[in-house]
């Protein structure tokens, strides 16, 4: 079976392990930060190429008039009838590997950085040369991943909802749309409101991606500490298999997923220009269907992040291991 080398794979101390907290170099620091930013971009990549197509039938039975689509796979038999795979599933596809592929690398960047944080902070059991974090220490530094990445996630998210809230409601026929395209946004954005209007929900942002960063690292780290194989003694060899990576990855972005959606929720309304105030918001979301309002487009959102999430911890993984066998 194919394996790939787990670089930061977590174990269960045992008696034999020495309890101390990792010190490393400047130099060295700095070097795993740049190869997690690079794997980050690897694995963004790879998240917008798996994950593109579901988004994209997602908007299109939104924006679409009923009756337009029977349902999902009727989407995906037109789309390809019609323009075929490159123009079909792929169509726009250059403005989420823009946005995402950095994205992801400052997430994994950041992550990185938060496991430097919690090294100094606190004390990080190591075992042949590497540092064992808890899932304590995992969710603590998955959560301050989430700072950097916001300055990137807000922006790029509040010109995604308004070009999608744009595609739902198209002008009447002869008047051209508010919006061009992304650029356009940000433009028309900053003219109206400044950096401020550009950011709008950017406190909702980090709400819901400093506890869904939380649960996505953990829950990667603890399934993947649970699948990977373990010598004669008991303890974990290192070597991970694909399916094992692709298994951790897709139950990783269904862990992110569950506890913040309702914020995603609450973020898209008050970015699309819906809402005007957190408390505002969360009101007219809950009188216009109670709690089940807070949950729109739940079910799309789990089907794409199981095989984005997969891909993307494959291509971190495999970025990794290539970065290792080259310059190691």
């Known amino acids: 079976m194919t394996t790939t080398k787990d670089a930061g794979a977590t174990t269960v101390p045992n008696e034999d392990t020495v309890v101390a907290t990792p010190k490393k170099d400047a130099v060295s620091q700095t070097l795993a930060q740049i190869r997690s930013f690079v794997a980050g971009g690897v694995g963004g990549v790879c998240a917008v190429i798996v994950g593109h197509p579901f988004d994209l039938v997602k908007v299109r039975m939104q924006t679409a008039e009923k009756g337009v689509y029977s349902g999902a796979i009727d989407v995906v038999k037109k789309t390809l009838a019609r323009e075929g795979v490159a123009k079909g599933l792929y169509a726009g596809v250059s403005a989420p590997l823009v946005g995402v592929t950095p994205m992801f690398a400052v997430s994994f960047w950041g992550y990185d950085l938060g496991k430097t944080l919690v090294s100094s902070l606190s004390t990080v059991p190591i075992k042949n040369d590497t540092p064992q974090y808890s899932i304590a220490q995992i969710s603590a530094a998955g959560a301050f991943s989430a700072f950097p990445m916001t300055l990137i996630t807000a922006p790029f998210e509040r010109v995604k909802v ?109 970015q699309s220009g819906e809402g005007t ?52």
């Open 277 to 328: 105030s957190i408390a505002g918001t969360i009101r007219a979301i809950y009188g216009n269907g109670g709690f089940r309002a807070f949950f729109p487009g739940f079910g799309p959102a789990l089907a794409r992040a199981v095989p984005a999430n997969a891909a993307t911890f494959l291509g971190v993984e495999l970025a990794h291991k290539a970065m290792s066998k080259f310059f190691d």
């Open 162 to 270: 308004l070009l999608q809230i744009q595609g739902q409601n198209p002008p009447p026929a002869g008047q051209k749309p508010k919006y061009s395209g992304g650029m356009d946004v940000v433009r028309q954005l900053y003219k109206e409101g400044g950096i401020r209007s550009i950011y709008r929900g950017s406190a909702m942002t980090l709400a819901r991606d400093a506890p869904g960063s939380a649960a996505y690292f953990a829950a990667y780290e603890y399934i993947k500490r649970s699948l990977t194989p373990r010598d004669e003694q008991g303890n974990i060899t290192g070597e991970l298999s694909l399916p094992a990576v692709l298994t951790a990855g897709g139950a990783a972005g269904i862990a992110m997923w569950i506890p913040v959606f309702p914020v995603d929720t609450i973020k898209s309304r008050m």
